[in-house]
């Protein structure tokens, strides 16, 4: 610092700290220690708020309270949370002054990563992005007078079709889609029905037609989807959108093998293809946890909790391995005059473990020696514990992401609600 008096007064908040020049230059806070580097007023305010040159006083609009806490840490080496205060703010403060959540205290710590755990909770990554690429296209919008008024335009199309809380004709989009995906399902289910057959052609004619307006609304609902979205391959790489494709592809598939083939036996042969591929179309369900909060959270909750999932999956079968083969020899393999011929392969015995694991048992297979039984209820009571452990993460997951896409709906409401009344 090549200004100024020896003594340097700091101003945090209304409180004034004064120093001299040597304990500023080696000060542990690398804010502080900054300001014995400035050459000039104009450096000296890149650090700080404020700067009085003739008392030589550094104002800087701070927490107080947060800064005689952090004084604390300089005098005694032990950071520890300002009582009575978001542990979020006071971390900011921390990282303001050059400071970092391992300089905290370790119970600190951990209070401070279940804070940051919940707020990740109400604005996770995707919120985030989305935000910054909203406004990054605001201000591509604001800097363009041709091509803005499109892109404004693309922006509120892609909001309609992608948010169904974004805004009332959102809303009533969403709600012709579901009942779309509704009458399809219908359709779909008596289809399947014995007397489907041999109904009255102009009923089958009808419900045919009902089952073109849906594909068509489908089909023409993912095409502009698609044309609005702002990345066409991350689009395209989507689990819904990918399951859209998949359920409307084997309609028309069908149409074209009839207009080309029409009854011959080519189509018969194809026919087991077709039936399987109509079937896929009970996916459309899926497409209703855009409109739902219960299936999203579902969804939210399985993606984040896979660890959590291939854990029981592992568990699962390594129990399966080792209570099939106890099951198969004790049932099967030591005693072949008596054996119980339900258990005559580890693989047998498997549907045997996991019905009796998973506390089900259909009574379709049981054991009837002693030493089975034993081992049955063993593995009744491994299967209880085993599947409790991981399930309480579980649980613990779809609490919050049921809670965070609450807290996304409450905002999505509230927007439009003064969207409603504007």
Known sequence: ??????????????????????????????????LHNCASEKEVLEVCDDYDRERNEFFFDRHSEAFVFIMLYVRSGKLRFVPQMCELS?????????LESSHLEFCCQRRLE????????????????????????EDQVSGFSSGGGNTRWLEKMRRTFEEPASSVAAQILASVSVIFVIMSMVILCASTLPDWDTAKNNTVEEHRIIEAVCIGWFTAECIVRFIVSRDKCEFVRRPLNIIDLLAITPYYVSVTMTALTGENPQLQRAGVTLRVLRMMRIFWLIKLARHFLGLQTLGLTLRRCYREMVMLLVFVCVAMAIFSALAQLLEHGLDLETSNEDYASIPAACWWVIISMTTVGYGDMYPITIPGRVLGGVCVVSGIVLLALPITFIYHSFVQCYHELKFRSARCVRSLSSEFLN
């Open 90 to 98: 006071f971390y900011n403060e921390m990282i303001y002054w050059g």
């Open 114 to 137: 279940d804070r940051m755990s919940d707020t990740y909770t109400y604005f996770s990554e995707e919120d985030i992005k989305a935000e910054v690429e909203s406004r990054g296209e």
């Open 1 to 34: 610092m090549k200004f100024g008096k020896n003594i340097c007064i700091l101003n945090v908040g209304g409180t004034k700290y004064a120093f001299t020049r040597e304990v500023i230059k080696d000060f542990p806070l690398r804010r502080v220690s900054r």
